[in-house]
Structures are given as structure tokens and as C-alpha cells.
């Protein structure tokens, strides 16, 4: 099992910054891959970013340009620095840890609120 734990949301400004912390911890060896997703009032979740155990990135459209992914190994922990936010950004942002091979296995943590105002 993976346990995974957010902090940085809170409320900003359009145009502000907010970085997310992941603490991950128990058997992450086990995972390969790192992701952001969020979560809007009424939408579905989708996904934000994601990193690879190669250090390989990626980014939904809507952020390119403006989130940036990173991880650091020493303290087991995944960023997401968030710049030029805008109003549309407001949503539960969640950790997401994802296993290799056929079956996939999903670790979540609880999420964490950012708000943007306008």
C-alpha cells in the first residue's frame, strides 16, 4: 500500500501562485508513476500532470504553460507549482500514485481545496 498526503491549497488570487505538496510513503517503490489530478464542483476528475520514475512529464492543455511537476526523492515527495492561476483552476486537487503493468493499481490521497477568485 502507498499513502499519499496533500497540503498547499488554500485560496489565491488570479494571477497568483500556490505550490501542492504529496507526501507519499509504505511500498512506493511499487510505483511508476506520479500524478495531479483535480476535481471542479459538478465535473468529472481529470488529470493535471504526471511524472514518471524516468522523469518523463506531461500536462493536460488547459495548464501547459503554467503548472509544473517535480518530485523530489530524498523526501518521498511530489510538487505541483502552480503559476498564472486562474478562477477555472478552483477545484479538490489530488495526489495520484499509479503502479506498472497490466493491472493497474490506483493510490489516492484525500485531495486538497484550491480556490481561485476572481
Known amino acids: 500500500q502507498v499513502q499519499l498526503v496533500e497540503s498547499g491549497g488554500g485560496l489565491v488570487q488570479a494571477g497568483g501562485s500556490l505550490r501542492l505538496s504529496c507526501a507519499a510513503s509504505g511500498s512506493i517503490n511499487s510505483v511508476n508513476a506520479w500524478g495531479w489530478y483535480r476535481q471542479a464542483p459538478g465535473k468529472q476528475r481529470e488529470l493535471v500532470a504526471v511524472i514518471t520514475n524516468s522523469v518523463s512529464t506531461g500536462y493536460a492543455d488547459a495548464v501547459k504553460g503554467r503548472f509544473t511537476i517535480s518530485r523530489d526523492n530524498a523526501k518521498n515527495t511530489v510538487y505541483l507549482q502552480m503559476n498564472s492561476l486562474e478562477p477555472e483552476d478552483t477545484a479538490v486537487y489530488y495526489c495520484?500514485?499509479?503502479?506498472?503493468?497490466?493491472?493497474?493499481?490506483?493510490?489516492w490521497g484525500k485531495g486538497t481545496l484550491v480556490t481561485v477568485s476572481s
Open positions: 495520484n500514485g499509479k503502479t506498472p503493468g497490466y493491472y493497474v493499481v490506483n493510490f
